[in-house]
């Protein structure tokens, strides 16, 4: 792909500076963007410390790429849409307890019209050793092939059936039938569940301009550079939104249908869309493609703000010829993305109260997170956080206005294998902290790693000696020890 101005492709870079104004303003917590038109780059950007090179988590845009694997072991002739899935696990017939999960085909489980009623999250507590058992230990609520509810456990099955059926890693086929071609990283890879196959539903680990790259494929009806690669048959149907998703008809970004793992967006668009803002829209009007990488778990508004932005900056502003180039907006667009850093709290960086608590330790009263003491210290724009909880003695840094990067304090986190303690291993985060109140303290922990999670921790002080600390965490399968309330006092 090239790189050009937005005005080449039929748009004002002023629009596309909108457009990140719009996502700063709603305090967004943004990573990457990249936008193209054809085979065109007209915009891209990434906030710091996030970088062209980082293989960002692609959560449940993940569940897209096992779609197309599926669409090429149907025209490998290794499955059939309509298999029963229960085909590629006879050893779990009998195990079973309900048949109607026995009897979902794939297709089902592409269209997300499977036997289940809740998205089956429950696993990454379960301390399974195998997701796939888990899967057939389910109770079936309906009729296969009747009603839309998003099944996750379905999507990572689909992965599973796939890496039955070739020998190999689902991402691993994947590259060898097109994403090495269109110049996908050859070192991107996927996450891996108890059992030993791939996190499919959630795992796959890519940069931005990966996750582009493969969106204009899919755009494209699997084909690359006039080279068909996979069936327009198979990628029509999966554009194709086919399972009604609206029960209320309320007209929200994600209520205009969903296809083989793919969901229907405003004016004709399809999607793929990732906990957090993980986002690849595809715009077949304008041959128009756009990918962003955020971490906004937890935020209400879920992707309402972003594609407000982009639709009421970019999508309703696409011409169909070329603009007169403007330098100067165009110059003014990369200055201000070649500046684009982590989004951090913003409110006021001093207190005078600060004076009064700094370097004072508070023991804790017996709560549920475990903490026994902790004590602030500041100096100049910079905090620490210091504490002790039942791994023991820990210290997390904060800026005020700003950004501290480091390995957020807490061990043992998982690594390659989802919900697998990893001895020792730690996240990377970014932690930035303001006074909302004179006496109350807010700090945002970041975690910027192969997993993405938010932390809140609020500290409300009555006076120089008792606090009370609400920790807010959103998270998958971590930073459980950071969610609860504690009351303390100092000594």
């Known amino acids: 792909m090239n790189y050009c101005s937005p005005e080449k492709v039929g748009i004002p870079s002023e629009k596309v500076l909108e457009f990140f104004a719009r996502l700063d303003a709603k305090k967004l917590s943004t990573h990457s963007v990249v936008m193209a038109r054809g085979n065109d780059i007209f915009a891209e950007g990434y906030y710091k410390p996030f970088n062209k090179d980082f293989k ?13 694997a599926i669409g090429f072991c149907v025209q490998d002739g290794l499955i059939s849409l309509d298999d029963k899935m229960i085909k590629y696990f006879p050893e779990y017939v009998e195990e079973s307890p309900d048949k109607k999960v026995c009897t979902v085909t794939i297709r089902d489980m592409l269209k997300m019209e499977t036997a289940l009623e809740f998205e089956g999250c429950w696993w990454f507590g379960s301390k399974t050793k195998d997701r796939v058992e888990c899967y057939f230990r389910t109770n079936g609520d309906k009729y296969p092939g ?52 791939s996190f499919g539903d959630s795992g796959v680990m890519c940069t931005t301009k990966d996750l582009l790259l493969f969106a204009r494929f899919v755009l494209n009806k699997g084909t690359w550079n006039g080279k068909r690669y ?13 399972a009604a998703n609206n029960p209320y008809g309320f007209g929200v970004c994600n209520g205009h249908g969903y296809g083989y793992q793919i969901w229907g967006a405003p004016n004709g668009c399809f999607a793929m869309l990732g906990m957090g803002v993980q986002v690849a829209l595809c ?40 603009l007169p180039e403007n330098k100067e907006a165009y110059g003014k667009l990369k200055e ?34 475990g903490f026994k003491w902790l004590r602030f210290e500041f100096e100049k724009d910079c905090g620490t956080l210091h504490y002790e909880n ?9 800026g005020f206005g700003h950004n501290e990067f480091e390995k957020f304090p807490q061990e ?63 998270a998958e399968a971590f930073l459980d020890e950071y969610d609860g309330l504690l009351n303390a006092k100092s000594i």
């Open 230 to 242: 996979l069936s327009e048959e198979y990628i029509t149907e999966a554009t194709t939104m086919s």
């Open 336 to 369: 201000e993305l070649a500046k684009k850093e982590l989004f951090f709290l913003d409110g006021e960086k001093e207190s005078a109260f600060a004076s009064e608590i700094n370097k004072k330790t508070f023991v804790c009263d017996p709560n549920r997170m």
């Open 412 to 474: 043992n986190y998982s690594d390659i294998i989802a919900t697998y303690p990893e001895p020792g291993h730690m996240y990377d985060c970014a932690c930035s902290a303001d006074w909302q109140e004179e006496k109350k303290l807010r700090l945002r922990v970041q975690i910027i790693d192969k997993y993405f999670g938010n932390l809140a921790m609020i500290f409300g002080f009555t006076d120089e000696n008792r606090l009370t600390a609400r920790f807010y965490k959103v």
């Open 390 to 398: 039942a791994q023991g003695v820990k210290a997390l840094k904060f």
């Open 146 to 197: 009747t009603i839309f509810r998003y099944d996750s456990p379905g999507s990572f099955m689909l992965g599973v059936i796939v890496e039955k059926v070739t020998g190999k890693k689902f991402l691993k086929y994947l590259q060898e039938k097109v994403l090495d071609d269109i110049g996908f990283s050859k070192d991107a890879y996927c996450l891996e569940a108890p059992g030993g196959h």
């Open 56 to 68: 960002h988590r692609m959560y449940s845009v993940s569940k897209t790429f096992v779609s197309i």
């Open 283 to 322: 715009d077949p009007e304008h041959d128009f493609v756009f990918a962003i990488n955020s971490d906004n778990q937890g935020d209400p508004r879920e992707y309402e703000p972003m594609f407000e932005a982009l639709y009421g900056s970019i999508i309703e502003n696409l011409e169909d010829s070329p």
